[in-house]
């Protein structure tokens, strides 16, 4: 018997995870993925935890996927979420995830807004490191 690891299809590249959706889905994710790059236009696209991602400066901005049910948006940030929780007003949420219907898409304001959180925050936890960094020579 095959092990639910072995199952779970592993993707390259976005295109790869996104020529797997259905439609919809695909759609929903294709639009959400033009908003992020051109909102974090220096991010690489990569795969995280099997997600399809963007990187910038070598640290995870933000994820998004789809699962049966819904499509998802991942800040990749426990704060982000909460930063956000008045726009986020009518969305399944938790920590770190916001879920959506592939018809009712983020809407693309939001969704830059909360790239450039991300964008701040891992500057901010990068300046903090190097403090740290240089405090201890």
């Known amino acids: 018997m095959e092990s639910k690891a072995k199952r779970v ?3 390259e590249t976005h295109d790869e995870y996104l020529a797997a959706l259905s ?9 959400l993925r033009r908003i992020i790059r051109a909102a974090a ?19 995870v901005l933000v994820l998004f996927g789809a699962t049966a049910k819904h499509c998802a948006f991942f800040p990749g940030s426990g704060t982000a979420v909460e930063a956000h929780k008045g726009d986020l007003a009518g969305y399944s949420t938790s920590k770190g995830t916001i879920r959506f219907d592939a018809e009712k898409p983020l809407p693309a304001g939001l969704v830059r807004k909360i790239v450039r959180y991300r ?8 300046e903090h490191a190097a403090d740290r960094a240089a405090r201890r020579r």
């Not at 439609?23 to 929903?28: T, Y």
């Not at 236009?41 to 910038?56: G, K, N, Q, T, V």
């Open 9 to 11: 299809a592993r993707f």
């Open 23 to 31: 439609g919809d889905k695909r759609d929903a994710l294709e639009k």
């Open 41 to 59: 236009p220096r991010a690489e696209e990569c795969i995280s935890y099997r997600l399809p991602a963007f990187r910038l400066d070598g640290k």
């Open 119 to 126: 964008i701040a925050e891992n500057a901010a936890q990068h």
